[in-house]
């Protein structure tokens, strides 16, 4: 097992009851890490040619739907802050994880592929 699959098990685990361990929870935590891994290679894959200075798009001139993921990432930014400042870790990974495959992967990214593989780069909303 690698040492990240155990680190993200203990960071999820609930300290005040019982805890456990084995292959199924540790597969669990692998596949958690994947779906992140994943997730973010995506994002970067699409990020791979862009600069800020040039490529940025200001927030009025954005599709609505970007604009609603800024807002949602506003909120989970609080969220996950407050549960770090708690030292509840398995808030962070349980919200992490909503984040990855609610709002992103089934959500934001099925709507937004078209417009990724399909539209020219630095085409704002007309």
């Keep these: 097992r690698r040492s990240s699959d155990l680190r993200w098990w203990v960071a999820e685990s609930n300290v005040f009851t019982e805890v456990f361990i084995g292959p199924v929870v540790l597969n669990s935590a692998r596949e958690d890490i994947n779906k992140l891994r994943n997730t973010v290679r995506f994002l970067l894959g699409n990020l791979s040619n862009f600069n800020p200075e040039t490529d940025s798009v200001p927030t009025k001139e954005m599709y609505i739907i970007d604009q609603y993921m800024l807002h949602l990432l506003q909120e989970y930014t609080s969220k996950v802050t407050q549960a770090y400042k708690e030292y509840d870790f398995g808030k962070v990974?349980?919200?992490?994880?909503?984040?990855?495959?609610?709002?992103?992967?089934s959500f934001y990214f099925s709507i937004i592929k078209d417009r990724l593989y399909c539209e020219q780069q630095n085409r704002s909303e007309e």
């Design 93 to 105: 990974i349980r919200l992490l994880l909503t984040l990855i495959t609610r709002d992103l992967s």
